[in-house]
């Protein structure tokens, strides 16, 4: 089946520096990302849609200016987490929607932050 | 607004039968995706239904009722590695997903 890389998996850094989460698309071409952020024993939510080309559209409540959100190709999109604070620790999880009848959403591995 | 409901958590004995259900209130219908997630990883897919009825896979089937705006997962045959978050997600209008809040299972020995 499709696959979708996600990149660091993990990864921890100082409060007031920018992290950067790479998405990609392994086996099909992703017009659409979605970003999700999950807090510990909460559910996925959605932070924004990746547009291949475009602008990202961002959820109510979610910065556009923190989270910048570039997909500059039909295969990779990236979150960058800009000027991180502890609040911002969370797993983070990329999905594309593959084609088909189904149109799947495939997730990416997930990236945990830690902000120290 | 657009609303799903499923339970929080659900407690079943390995080897037993569990079915997690999973109601909707959505602006249009495009169809209902199961997911599995273990603590602490991505969501793996289950299954998705557009059609009313039981759609069986191995140890794991899916139901819906589009009049009743409901579905169900159930799983046989439990094994402790069925412990997980099983979300229910619906497609509405838009084509975008509405997520549950997922189910917690436990399974015990």
């Known amino acids: 089946g499709a696959v979708v890389s996600q990149h660091p998996s993990w990864v921890i850094c100082k409060s007031g520096t920018s992290v950067k989460i790479e998405c990609r698309s392994l086996d099909f071409q992703a017009t659409t990302m979605f970003w999700y952020r999950q807090f510990p024993k909460q559910s996925l939510m959605l932070m924004a849609t990746?547009?291949?080309?475009?602008?990202?559209?961002?959820e109510q409540g979610v910065e556009k200016d923190k989270f910048l959100i570039n997909h500059a190709s039909l295969t990779l999109s990236t979150l960058t987490v800009t000027s991180a604070h502890p609040e911002d620790s969370s797993f983070y999880i990329c999905?594309?929607?593959?084609?088909?009848?189904?149109?799947?959403?495939?997730f990416g591995e997930g990236s945990r932050l830690t902000v120290l | 607004g657009q609303n799903i409901d499923q339970p929080t958590e659900m407690t079943a004995t390995e080897g037993a039968i569990v079915q997690i259900n999973c109601t909707y209130q959505?602006?249009?219908?495009?169809?209902l995706f199961w997911y599995q997630q273990h603590a602490g990883e991505a969501p793996t897919f289950l299954s998705y239904?557009?059609l009313d009825g039981l759609e069986e896979k191995g140890r794991f089937s899916s139901f819906l009722s589009r009049s009743k705006g409901y579905s169900y997962l159930l799983l046989k045959e439990l094994q402790m590695k069925d412990s997980a978050s099983y979300l229910c997600?619906?497609?509405?209008?838009?084509?975008?997903?509405?997520w549950g809040a997922g189910t917690k299972l436990i399974i015990k020995p």
């Open positions: 239904n557009v």
């Open positions: 999905s594309a929607r593959g084609g088909g009848d189904t149109g799947e959403l495939f």
């Open positions: 997600a619906v497609v509405d209008s838009n084509y975008q997903l509405i």
């Open positions: 959505t602006s249009g219908f495009n169809g």
């Open positions: 990746s547009n291949e080309g475009s602008k990202a559209t961002y």
